[in-house]
């Protein structure tokens, strides 16, 4: 008798516990719905407030380098487009610009998929960062007088995606984006590239995505021996 | 305007912050005796490139590296491969077999659906002296004169069979791990401007007039590669 009576206030106190614990679940999912929405009601206000999207002044002249399968060639191209007043805007601008040729039906560097599709994330500008390796040795080295500007541009995966697969194809997009960049932008010295926000190994299979490039010498080939 | 055939971009890079300090095996080495590496890019897994609707460029690769090699054999040249079958090697395996011995020429092969001809490409790392101990992710920038010398004979090759060839630079494992003279080579469909016949990849004609390049560029590099830049 006294056995049944334990038996019975345990089960109570399982049953309340039980409840509890449902209860405190459905409570912690609801504030993390909550704290999900407001992450992204941030990211959205931050993307909103995005220089590129606010800021434009009249067209100005801008060079494309334009990339050519065919002969492996790079074709400096005159375009009137109006920019953000702002580097980094105007940097993103510029390379959706540049990706949007090759989207063309008569394109020389063709890419699958539709114009307009956002092939760049983001462009993030920021200082070169002193501790870098040297130019002309590959050796990790501290660079003491590095300056510029280090261009970190992130690709969409869906533009990885959509890239032809190739030592060459894809060795020319990389070349006519830091090209673009120099051109327009003479302050950035050296590109980075992410694809979705991620350092990648390549971005299609063969270019190397885990360097750093350089963007000072991409105006003058290798000299034969 | 920048040709790559013409006059080529030099993309130099640097490498990733967190460089690893394994050492190349010795800097750089002269191999004893002539031996050339044949690495044919991709496989297992990794499918590489799609050339057409039942070819990929992992198989197309292994094919050319096999017939290469036999090519190549009959010339009395010795040969080694990265891969002989559909295996799954990554960039550090490649390298760790490219260094184990010191060989002549290492000739990484791949194969695009898009350009024309051949693409030939050395390392877009900057030359240096060589040391007692390398970089694993920059081994190749000590030989990078030597692999623009090897580069050389083989565009000489292509062009004395009339293939469109196109030079460049680029920053590609695992070849800027290699501690020897190194070249990609990717084949291409030709394209003719003359005409608008395209000679596809699967074309056999075609695939021996590359190989015959090839054979004849790395016969050409035996009696050079012993020289020092």
Redesign the interface.
């Given at each position: 008798m006294e056995a049944a009576a334990v038996s019975t206030v345990i089960s109570r106190v399982r049953r309340i516990l039980f409840a509890l614990l449902v209860i405190a679940i459905v409570v912690m999912a609801a504030v993390l719905i909550r704290l999900r929405e407001r992450a992204q009601d941030r990211l959205h206000a931050i993307h909103d407030s995005a220089p590129a999207e606010t800021a434009a002044s009249a067209p100005q002249n801008v060079t494309l380098?334009i990339p050519n399968?065919?002969?492996?060639?790079?074709?400096?191209e005159q375009r009137s487009l109006s920019l953000p007043t702002d580097d980094s805007g105007k940097a993103r601008v510029l390379l959706q610009d540049l990706l949007d040729t090759f989207y063309e039906p008569q394109s020389t560097h063709?890419i699958s998929g539709a114009a307009g599709n956002p092939g760049i994330e983001n462009v993030f500008l920021m200082p070169v960062p002193q501790?870098?390796?040297s130019?002309?040795?590959?050796?990790?080295t501290p660079q003491a007088n590095a300056s510029g500007t280090l261009a970190i541009v992130d690709f969409t995966a869906a533009f990885a995606a959509s890239q032809?697969?190739?030592?060459?194809?894809e060795?020319?997009t990389?070349?006519s984006i830091?090209?673009t960049l120099h051109a327009n932008l003479p302050a950035i010295t050296?590109v980075r590239f992410l694809i979705d926000g991620r350092t990648a190994?390549?971005l299609?299979?063969?270019?190397?995505l885990?360097?750093?490039?350089?963007v000072?010498?991409?105006?003058?080939?290798?000299?034969?021996? | 305007?920048?040709?790559?055939?013409?006059?080529?971009?030099?993309?130099?890079?640097?490498?990733?912050?967190p460089?690893p300090s394994i050492p190349a095996p010795a800097p750089p080495q002269v191999a004893l005796k002539y031996t050339v590496l044949l690495d044919a890019a991709?496989g297992g897994t990794?499918t590489?490139?799609?050339l057409a609707p039942n070819l990929v460029?992992k198989d197309l690769t292994l094919d050319l590296a096999s017939r290469l090699r036999s090519m190549l054999a009959a010339r009395g040249i010795e040969v080694a491969e990265t891969r002989t079958s559909d295996a799954s090697l990554s960039a550090d395996q490649r390298a760790e077999i490219a260094n184990k011995t010191p060989f002549s020429a290492c000739i990484l092969i791949?194969?695009?659906?898009?350009?024309?001809g051949v693409?030939l490409?050395?390392s877009s790392?900057?030359p240096?002296p060589p040391q007692k101990f390398m970089?694993w992710?920059?081994a190749q920038?000590a030989y990078a004169?030597?692999s623009?010398?090897l580069?050389?004979d083989m565009e000489s090759a292509f062009a004395h069979a009339e293939i469109p060839v196109?030079?460049?630079?680029?920053?590609?494992?695992p070849m800027?791990s290699f501690a020897c003279p190194a070249v990609?080579v990717?084949v291409?469909p030709l394209?003719r401007r003359a005409s608008s016949k395209t000679e596809p990849l699967d074309n056999p004609d075609y695939q021996r007039a590359v190989l015959d390049a090839l054979s004849a560029a790395l016969a050409q590099w035996r009696g050079e590669w012993r020289q020092q830049?």
């Open positions: 380098v399968d065919l002969d492996g060639s790079l074709q400096d063709p501790a870098t390796p130019t002309g040795s590959p050796t990790p032809p697969s190739g030592i060459e194809p060795t020319l990389l070349l830091i090209g050296q190994q390549t299609a299979g063969h270019a190397d885990t360097r750093t490039y350089l000072t010498d991409t105006t003058t080939g290798p000299t034969h021996p | 305007m920048l040709l790559l055939g013409q006059s080529p971009p030099k993309p130099q890079t640097l490498p990733p912050a460089a991709h990794d590489g490139a799609r460029e791949h194969a695009t659906a898009t350009g024309s693409h490409y050395t790392l900057a240096t970089p992710l920059t920038s004169t030597r623009l010398k580069l050389s196109t030079l460049g630079r680029t920053a590609l494992q800027d990609a990717e291409a394209r830049p």
